[in-house]
């Protein structure tokens, strides 16, 4: 059995340290205690003896199963269920890694099965156990201590993704070309999967706090739940603003790649057109002296006084009228 770590709570103590899912269940009934067990990966059969003793919903089961779950939080009864993505930056690599909690909650339990290595629930768990006077308010606590952990967890997200956007930002007016456009895109994919994380929060907590009195919700926990819901907000804000810039500079990475491409098309065009003007003058003399090179016999130049002069001074005439007309036109 894949658990990380199973306990049973009274009045926020932790009182025994079962060694299996079944003696879990007997300290349960002989304390009257909440109990919270971690699982990591389970397989169906794992998964189905929680179910069957805590009456989880077949589907909640299903989609703690199957993984790859947006986040979301759904109600059966008077249980809940949530899916969470965490998420960590992974700077080596500068990209962000997703992971994903499910969390069972009920009247005197909490399940939480992960699929990946964040969270580290160990640390919440351990901070709760010091903080027995929140932890006694039950279930919903740990809901709450969960929240705070993976919301906690996406400031260094926010930081490593505006980090590499100020990069890019700085890369905008340098190189550039094909691979900032590149960078650009697969930095906004990732923001938009980071939104895909955490603007879901910001529903699953204002409808937590919407039932907190219904379901006697305490309102310490009311008040955390908000301070959570608070900074839920500050980071939508901040990936909204960040997707923008990103919008933006893709565009900006556009528009100066389509410039640059422009301006070595003109620069190639001014070569051509100097190339072809130097061609052109040199082709003058090239043409008078193919034409004396024939040496027929009728050409009355040939035995003239004047006819080399005059052949010199038709070339430098030719080249010099090309010259000129080739400057007044700003070929050369």
Same mark, same amino acid.
């Given at each position: 059995?894949?658990?990380?770590?199973?306990?049973?709570?009274?009045?926020?103590?932790?009182?025994?340290?079962?060694?299996?899912?079944?003696?879990?269940?007997?300290?349960?009934?002989?304390?009257?205690?909440?109990?919270?067990?971690? /699982?990591?990966?389970?397989?169906?059969?794992?998964?189905?003896?929680?179910?069957? =003793?805590?009456?989880?919903?077949?589907?909640?089961?299903?989609?703690?199963?199957?993984?790859?779950?947006?986040?979301?939080?759904?109600?059966?009864?008077?249980?809940? &269920?949530?899916?969470?993505?965490?998420?960590?930056?992974?700077? =080596?690599?500068?990209?962000?890694?997703?992971?994903?909690?499910?969390?069972?909650?009920?009247?005197?339990?909490?399940?939480?099965?992960?699929?990946?290595?964040?969270?580290?629930?160990?640390?919440?768990?351990?901070?709760? =156990?010091?903080?027995?006077?929140?932890?006694?308010?039950?279930?919903?606590?740990?809901?709450?201590?969960? &929240?705070?952990?993976?919301?906690?967890?996406?400031?260094?997200?926010?930081?490593?993704?505006?980090?590499?956007?100020?990069?890019?930002?700085?890369?905008?007016?340098?190189?550039?070309?094909?691979?900032?456009?590149?960078?650009?895109?697969?930095?906004?994919?990732?923001?938009?999967?980071?939104?895909?994380?955490?603007?879901?929060?910001?529903?699953? /907590?204002?409808?937590?706090?919407?039932?907190?009195?219904?379901?006697?919700?305490?309102?310490?926990?009311?008040?955390?739940?908000?301070?959570?819901?608070?900074?839920? /907000?500050?980071?939508?804000?901040?990936?909204?603003?960040?997707?923008?810039?990103?919008?933006?500079?893709?565009?900006?990475?556009?528009?100066?790649?389509?410039?640059?491409?422009?301006?070595?098309?003109?620069?190639?065009?001014?070569?051509?057109?100097?190339?072809?003007?130097?061609?052109?003058? /040199?082709?003058?003399?090239?043409?008078?002296?193919?034409?004396?090179?024939?040496? &027929?016999?009728?050409?009355?130049?040939?035995?003239?006084?004047?006819?080399?002069?005059?052949?010199?001074?038709?070339?430098?005439?030719?080249?010099?009228?090309?010259?000129?007309? &080739?400057?007044?036109?700003?070929?050369?």
């Amino acid at each position: 059995m894949p658990i990380i770590d199973s306990a049973v709570y009274v009045d926020g103590h932790r009182i025994e340290n079962p060694s299996s899912l079944d003696q879990t269940f007997e300290y349960m009934e002989a304390h009257g205690g909440m109990a919270w067990i971690g /699982l990591l990966r389970p397989s169906p059969e794992e998964l189905a003896r929680v179910a069957a =003793e805590f009456s989880l919903h077949p589907l909640a089961v299903e989609d703690a199963l199957a993984g790859h779950q947006r986040a979301k939080l759904e109600r059966y009864g008077g249980n809940l &269920f949530a899916v969470l993505r965490p998420a960590r930056y992974i700077d =080596e690599t500068e990209t962000v890694e997703f992971g994903e909690l499910h969390v069972f909650v009920g009247d005197d339990y909490v399940v939480t099965v992960r699929h990946a290595e964040v969270p580290d629930l160990a640390r919440v768990r351990h901070r709760l =156990e010091g903080q027995p006077e929140l932890l006694a308010r039950g279930p919903e606590a740990v809901l709450y201590a969960i &929240f705070d952990e993976v919301v906690d967890q996406y400031d260094p997200v926010a930081r490593g993704l505006q980090n590499d956007v100020d990069e890019i930002e700085d890369q905008l007016f340098g190189v550039g070309g094909a691979e900032l456009t590149q960078r650009i895109y697969q930095l906004a994919r990732e923001v938009i999967h980071f939104q895909r994380a955490v603007e879901p929060l910001r529903d699953m /907590l204002q409808a937590l706090l919407r039932g907190a009195d219904k379901y006697g919700v305490d309102i310490e926990l009311q008040r955390s739940l908000r301070d959570v819901l608070d900074h839920v /907000l500050r980071q939508c804000d901040k990936l909204t603003a960040l997707r923008a810039i990103l919008d933006n500079a893709l565009t900006v990475n556009a528009t100066l790649v389509t410039q640059r491409q422009t301006e070595t098309s003109l620069e190639q065009n001014e070569q051509v057109k100097k190339i072809s003007g130097w061609a052109a003058i /040199l082709f003058g003399p090239s043409l008078v002296g193919a034409i004396y090179g024939m040496n &027929f016999k009728n050409m009355p130049e040939l035995d003239w006084q004047f006819g080399y002069p005059m052949a010199l001074a038709l070339m430098v005439a030719v080249s010099a009228g090309l010259w000129l007309t &080739f400057k007044v036109k700003k070929w050369l």
